[in-house]
């Protein structure tokens, strides 16, 4: 076994389930990648593990977008950084950092919460990954089926529709795009620490 190691946490907040479902496939796209083992939290988990979170080799932010923004306890999340990282000497400084995001609407005002995500990573020092997908399901050809079918470049982002619970939703489409976004930023971790393997 090689002794090439890196950790990627997920860092998320969910309301109704649909966010921890997407989660779950960001953690799952990250432990694809040899070499790389995810750490999944909720914010709430994560508030207890400001030590750990300093070790690890890039921190995968998750929410919801609630009316154009990022949910409360996300936010709240955010903002306990402060104190307990930011100003600890900037303890989160070159780390790795992505984001994911769903709502119930196809746009839904995802693109902010992404940007809100990016900001709070640069504000820590981190470097941002994007999904580094084209977007799909944008011409005669394309399918409900293909990966980033929203067309967001900045992160992963999922479309759940408002009637349906995290047993139909999202769809397989936005979690296996969210498993990409997981296993782009294990590999760029494994790259940025090591420098390129291949």
């Given at each position: ?68 923004s990022v949910s409360e306890p996300f936010k709240a999340f955010m903002d306990a950084t402060s104190p307990a990282v930011w100003a ?64 967001h470049f900045l992160g992963a982002a999922a479309q759940s529709n408002a009637d349906q619970g995290p047993d139909l939703a999202p769809p397989v489409a936005d979690l296996e795009t969210g498993s990409h976004l ?17």
């Open positions: 076994m090689s002794e090439k190691r890196v950790i990627v946490a997920i860092v998320y907040h969910s309301g109704y389930g649909h966010t921890k479902k997407l989660a779950t496939a960001v953690a799952q796209g990250v432990d694809k990648v040899e070499n790389a083992t995810s750490l999944l939290l909720d914010v709430d988990e994560a508030q207890t593990k400001w030590a750990e979170l300093e070790t690890v080799d890039a921190i995968i932010f998750g929410a919801p977008t609630y009316m154009g600890k000497d900037f303890a989160w400084k070159d780390k790795l950092a992505a984001g994911f995001t769903s709502s119930a609407s196809r746009a839904g005002d995802k693109l902010n919460t992404l940007i809100q995500f990016a900001i709070f990573a640069a504000q820590h020092g981190m470097h941002w990954i994007s999904l580094g997908l084209p977007p799909a399901n944008n011409s005669s050809t394309g399918s409900e089926e293909d990966l980033n079918r929203t067309g997981g296993s782009r930023v294990a590999n760029a971790a494994l790259q940025f620490k090591y420098g390129k393997l291949n």
